[in-house]
């Protein structure tokens, strides 16, 4: 009997420990806030003409913080290996001219998607109270709800070269390497907190199309937007 009832017993805490763990099977969902912070960088707007094609000189653009909500799911494959959906809201990206475009001031704005997939690994036995993890992946980034201010969508930017005309834009979509660390705090059986800084390598294609009355005129620019993305959240595990 008194076998028994300490084998009990030791079942019991084993199972009280792990039913406080991150470990093997679990899935972890996470709620919280994004904020982007564009590194960004761009080249000189290049304007296409049927007469030949120049670059503005001294041109450039660049891209405000912004933020959104958002979240996470990861499923714990091993005690410390784990990999994770990261999904959110668009946020809004607001583009501002630069160099010999900064009379314009905001250019125009547009939605920016891009849910990530993560490889992370955790550190500390999964029962720790503090674990923190370094991960690596890739996002898919497209853009939404491309919206040009009166000084673009007019083509006035053109103006000196007698080109002007209604413009619309477009930027292109790619591929986005990501590098990932944070950490986790648990809180409770169930809840915890965490906190994670991500850095994308990305860039993006912004073509701009007008109509002048010489014909169809095209400017581009490459944006290398390179963003740090903090993620504060509040965590639930299954």
Do not use: C
């Not at 996470?30 to 904020?35: A, D, E, I, S």
């Not at 986005?176 to 648990?186: F, K, S």
């Amino acid at each position: 009997m008194k076998i028994r009832y300490a084998a009990g017993i030791a079942l019991a805490l084993g199972w009280n420990m792990q039913a406080h763990a991150q470990a093997a099977g679990d899935v972890l969902l996470n709620l919280g806030w994004f904020h982007v912070a564009p590194q960004d960088s761009s080249t000189p707007l290049r304007v296409n003409t049927p007469l030949g094609s120049a670059a503005i000189p001294n041109s450039s653009a660049s891209v405000e913080n912004s933020d959104t909500g958002g979240g996470s799911i990861g499923y714990f494959i091993t005690d410390h290996v784990a990999v994770e959906g990261i999904f959110g809201y668009a946020p809004k990206m607001q583009l501002d001219g630069g160099g010999s475009l900064a009379a314009l001031g905001n250019l125009g704005s547009a939605n920016e998607w891009s849910p990530a997939v993560l490889l992370k690994y955790y550190f500390g036995e999964p029962d720790a109270k503090l674990r923190p993890y370094v991960g690596a992946g890739a996002s898919y980034v497209w853009y939404s709800n491309v919206k040009l201010q009166p000084a673009l969508a007019s083509g006035a930017f053109l103006a000196a070269t007698g080109l002007s005309g209604t413009t619309h834009a477009d930027l292109s979509s790619s591929f986005a390497p990501v590098l990932n660390t944070g950490m986790n705090v648990r809180l409770s059986k169930r809840w915890s907190v965490g906190l994670s800084v991500s850095y994308l390598v990305l860039s993006t294609r912004a073509k701009l199309t007008t109509q002048s009355a010489l014909g169809t005129i095209t400017s581009e620019t490459r944006l290398h937007l390179n963003p740090i993305v903090t993620f504060v959240s509040l965590g639930y595990r299954f």
